[in-house]
């Protein structure tokens, strides 16, 4: 994927890259915590892409939690609840990054099949389209089945995705 943002900045961080926080001087994230920005990809089109901290053992593509005011991230699970967001980058802890919140986005996921719902799974960051009462991820749908673009992963449409307790 090689996400461009639509309206630059002087030291935006690129969408596909984790940076180390900033030390000294009273500030730690090298960009705005819960910055939500534009891009675009030749293939997959327009996304909305939101700034925030990284945790331990995060990988490209798995499904976050989000706290907006802190900034803060948590691989979800079965049983999570909030707006969800997936990597653009191994963003791990002490570290920030872009997360996907719109648009087509390579996810983690099991065996899924093409327009089927996204579910969390008890696997952290994983999602899939078993059904699981209470864990349905509102706002985002299946577009190909598990293989598309690569072996673990399938595209999913986004649209501000959260884990509600619906399903």
Known sequence: ?????????????????????FTGAGRSAPWKIGDIIKAVDPVLGV???????????TA???MVIY????????????????PCAFAMSANVASQFGWYQITGLARVKAGT??????????????????????????????????????AAGFAYAMLDRPALNGNG
């Open 1 to 21: 994927m090689a996400f461009v943002p639509m309206s630059h900045a002087i030291g935006m961080p690129p969408i596909d890259q984790t940076l180390p926080a």
């Open 47 to 57: 996304g909305e892409f939101i700034y925030l901290q990284g945790l331990a053992s």
């Open 60 to 62: 490209v593509s798995e």
């Open 67 to 82: 706290d907006h005011n802190a900034g803060t991230t948590k691989r979800a699970v079965a049983g999570d609840r909030g």
């Open 112 to 149: 899924v099949a093409a327009n089927g719902a996204l579910y969390a799974t008890a696997t952290p960051g994983t999602v899939d389209d078993a059904v699981v009462a209470g864990d349905k991820v509102d706002g985002a749908r299946f577009k190909t089945a598990d293989g598309t673009p």
